[in-house]
Every structure is written in structure tokens, then in C-alpha cells.
């Protein structure tokens, strides 16, 4: 069926933008109605809350909020919030916290917070002069202008670290930026950096008028193309790792010099060859996401960044490294990440205030540690299984579970299924047969009856 386009969809209330989707899309089914209803929130200022985080809300999508304790992090025990719809992520992050737990846990050092937007734009004048204006006179006047905006910041030391005036034009004619560094502290600034890059580019446009020494030829040419933050902080980083003595290392019927080379080669791997990289770094991403989300942060913004990061020596490589020296094995990774734990979503999900809460209410440098270990113990649990049993046999089992769930299962036929197809392979027809034997029926169809 072909759809019509809408008008005013925005100023329909909840129950009419429903009454819309299920007439036009889903065939008018009454029970369609009581699904999405049956997501909505008893208490009413708390289902509010949530309808205006965005436009156009019919309904709550819920994810998995869970736990991952026992993560030993400088010295100080902490339990991670995760909210994640996968299975495994949260029990391969405990796993790994519980075996760093008794061989020294996870070290953090942020390494620099800066970070960065760009007013982008066009000029046909002659640069030298503009930079002379710029390095004389519009650089100050920036600062000046911006004064207002940044005052609160700066009363927590944060503010406009630094402005550059950067020649693009060998990649693109006629093209200049100028480059803002900026301190956002505890929020992750995007608003801040943005209000800053939109008065720069008034400001720059003003300080040219106003200059005699550009001809009105130059003055005309001037375009702002558009000020915006860049997600890309390479000098907003943490560095989380893991070290012991390589002895220390023995996992299962594995001997630790087994294991550390096998582990030391799958890490090898995803420096060197793309296509594991980016599987790689995707089970990095399902600690780091998890953590971002249950603490209210921007994990598009998170996974940008750290996708450019994985390009920076020119081809997509690995996010961690290991390394083995005088017997000592060291697993890391470095992170840019721009996170708040101010402003925001931080404070206005009751979940994301409870969360920071379980981490003892951190500071955004702390915070990017804790998502840092949270991608770290992802990926040492990912290889460490990968390497030695294979993964398949964790996930085996919450599969298991997933389609028992389907199938309404009860809680004895979960536990007969868990030890039955403990010597057996899991695959999804598999389950169907042995489930539809044990009960006495030919097929799924007749369970439904
Ligand atoms: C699955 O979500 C993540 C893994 O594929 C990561 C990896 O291969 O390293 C298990």
C-alpha cells in the first residue's frame, strides 16, 4: 500500500499520532494501540519527562539497565551501570573486572581535556592581511565578545583555551577556518562551544567591515559556511590499562605463556587488518556505548570520535594495544571522548542521576575513565574467549534463553533445556525440535493453540 504524506503531525496529541501509525501502517490492529500504550508510564509527570527528551513521542522504548561490579579502578572498587540490549556485554565486563580484581585492577590517566570547534569559512581577500587583522585585532575581539558566554564557564575554569586561523584553501579554494580550543570541564560543552563559534563568526564578519585595509571587493567575499563543534577531540583523551606479571595470566586449560601470545597476536591482528579492526573495536564500543548511555552522554558523538581516532596513522587499526616487557604484560587503550556529567540529560533522567550516583558522582575526567576500563574489560574478555574456547558458547546459552523466551517456556523447562543442550550445539531449529518433542506436539504452531 502506498502512504500518504502527513501535515501537522507534531501538533497531534500522543493518542492521535498513534490512531495515525496504526491506521496508515499497521492496518488499523487494535492491539498495536495497546503495545505502545502498554510502554507508557503510570506516573504522569514522570512519562513527561520523557515524552519532551524528544519530538514526536508515542511511546517508551526500554533497554536493559545493568550492573557490572567488582571493576577495581585506581585502587577504588566500583560497580559500573550499563544499559545495553545485548546479551554477554554486561557478563563479559564483570568477568574481566572480577579477573583484574586480584592482579592489581584498572589504572586511568586522562591525558588532556581540550576540545574543539571550528567557525568554517569562505574568503577571497589576501590571507597574509587577514591574518594580520586576525593575530592584531579580531582574535581579542573574539575573546571580548564572547564574554558573557563564557563567564560561567570560566568561573569554573573552563573557557576559550585558544584561537587559530587556519588556511584550508590547498584542499578547498578560498577556504578558512578559525580553529577554537575550548575547556567545558564537567559538561561536554556542546552547547557552550557552539554559542562561541556562532559570536566568533558575527564577530569576524563585523571586524572585516570595519576594516579599512580590506577593499569592499574582500569585504563582500567573506561567507560564513557554518560554526559548529567537532565531535573529533584527539586531545580529550584517557588512557585505561591493565598489567601483571605474564605468569598471572593462565586462563582455563590455557598456560599464561599460551594465552599471552595468542591474546598478544588477535590484538596484532586488529592493528594490522581492517576487517577484524572494526569487530574488534565494535566489542570496545558495546562497553564504552553502555556506559555512555546509562550516564546520560551522547554515544553517537562517543562513537565518531572514536572511529576517527581508530584512522589517525592512516589506515582503520585497533583502539588497544598490549605489549610484554621484562615479563610484565600491559593491555591498553587510549580514548578521546567528550563526556559531561553536568547539563544535560545527566540531570534530568532519573535512571542517568542514579547511575552517576553508583559511580560516587563524577567529574567528567572520571567519567571517561570509567568508560574507558568499561571498553577495555569488553575487549579483554572478547579475546580472551576468542582465543581460547571461541565465543560462541557463551552466547550459545543466552541464545538459548532468548528463543526458550519465545517460546514462553516455563521455569522448569528453562532449567531442562540449560542442561540438555549443555553437550549439544544451540542452533535456533534445533531448540524448536527438542522443545515441541518434550512437550508432545508436532510443531510451534500447535504450542500457540
Ligand atoms: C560482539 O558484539 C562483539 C565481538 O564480536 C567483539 C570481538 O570480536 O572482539 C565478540
Known amino acids: 500500500m502506498k502512504h500518504q504524506a502527513v501535515e501537522g503531525f507534531s501538533k497531534l496529541s500522543k493518542e492521535g499520532k498513534i490512531e495515525w501509525v496504526v491506521n496508515e501502517y499497521l492496518n488499523g490492529d487494535e492491539k498495536a494501540i495497546d503495545i505502545f500504550k502498554q510502554y507508557w508510564n503510570d506516573d504522569a ?25 567488582n571493576f577495581l579502578i585506581n585502587d577504588e572498587l566500583y560497580t559500573i551501570p550499563m544499559a545495553v540490549e545485548e546479551s554477554s556485554v554486561v557478563a563479559a565486563a564483570s568477568k574481566a573486572a572480577k579477573f583484574w580484581l586480584t592482579r592489581g585492577g584498572f589504572k586511568t590517566t586522562v591525558l588532556s581535556t581540550t576540545k574543539l570547534g571550528h567557525v568554517h569559512f569562505m574568503f ?80 569576524l564578519k563585523n571586524e ?10 574582500d569585504k563582500n567575499s567573506l561567507q560564513i559556511v557554518m560554526c559548529i563543534l567537532s565531535n573529533y577531540t584527539p586531545d580529550c583523551i584517557v588512557r585505561a590499562e591493565v598489567s601483571c606479571p605474564v605468569e598471572q595470566l593462565a586462563n582455563g586449560n590455557v598456560s599464561a605463556e599460551e594465552f599471552v601470545e595468542k591474546f598478544s597476536r588477535a590484538v596484532r591482528i586488529a592493528e594490522i587488518e581492517p576487517y577484524r579492526a572494526t569487530t574488534h ?56 571522548t567528550a563526556l559531561g556529567t553536568i547539563g544535560g540529560l545527566t540531570a534530568l533522567h532519573p535512571l542517568v542521576k542514579l547511575a552517576l550516583v553508583i559511580l560516587g558522582k563524577p567529574s567528567a575526567k572520571e567519567l571517561m ?69 518434550h512437550r508432545g506436539v508436532e510443531s510451534v504452531e500447535e504450542l500457540k493453540k
Not at 562513537?303 to 582503520?316: F, I, R, V
Not at 516455563?410 to 542442561?419: L, R
Request: aromatic residues 10%; negative net charge.
Open 45 to 69: 509527570d514522570l512519562q513527561k519527562l520523557h515524552d519532551e527528551f524528544s519530538e514526536n513521542t508515542i511511546s517508551n522504548f526500554y533497554m536493559p539497565f545493568g550492573l557490572a561490579p
Open 281 to 336: 573495536n565494535k566489542g570496545i564500543m558495546n562497553g564504552i556505548d553502555s556506559v555512555v548511555i546509562a550516564t546520560g552522554n551522547d554515544f553517537r558523538a562517543v562513537e565518531a570520535c572514536a572511529h576517527t581516532y581508530a584512522t589517525k596513522d592512516g589506515s582503520y587499526s585497533s583502539l588497544t594495544h598490549c605489549e610484554v616487557k621484562d615479563g610484565i604484560f600491559r593491555f591498553w587503550i587510549d580514548l578521546p
Open 208 to 217: 572585516i567591515e570595519l576594516d579599512n585595509n580590506f577593499t569592499q571587493e
Open 369 to 437: 575513565g570509567f568508560v574507558a576500563v568499561a571498553g577495555l574489560a569488553q575487549n579483554f574478555a572478547a579475546l580472551s574467549s576468542l582465543v581460547t574456547t571461541g565465543i560462541q558458547k557463551g552466547h550459545m546459552k543466552m541464545h538459548l534463553m532468548n528463543i526458550l523466551n519465545q517460546l514462553e517456556a516455563t521455569e522448569e523447562e528453562k532449567q531442562y533445556f540449560t542442561t540438555f543442550f549443555k553437550d549439544k550445539t544451540v542452533t535456533h531449529h534445533n531448540v524448536i525440535e527438542e522443545f515441541c518433542r
Open 124 to 203: 577571497e581577500g589576501d590571507f597574509e592581511q587577514l591574518k594580520n587583522a586576525f593575530e592584531q585585532k579580531i582574535k581579542n575581539q573574539l575573546i571580548e565578545d564572547t564574554n558573557d558566554i563564557t563567564k560561567n564557564m570560566r568561573s569554573r575554569n573552563g573557557g576559550i583555551l585558544n584561537l587559530e586561523l587556519i588556511d584550508k584553501t590547498s584542499d578547498l579554494e578560498n577556504y578558512y577556518q578559525i580553529k577554537g580550543s575550548f575547556e567545558t570541564v564537567d559538561s561536554m560543552g556542546a552547547n557552550f562551544i557552539n554559542s562561541c563559534l556562532e559570536q566568533f563568526a558575527k564577530t
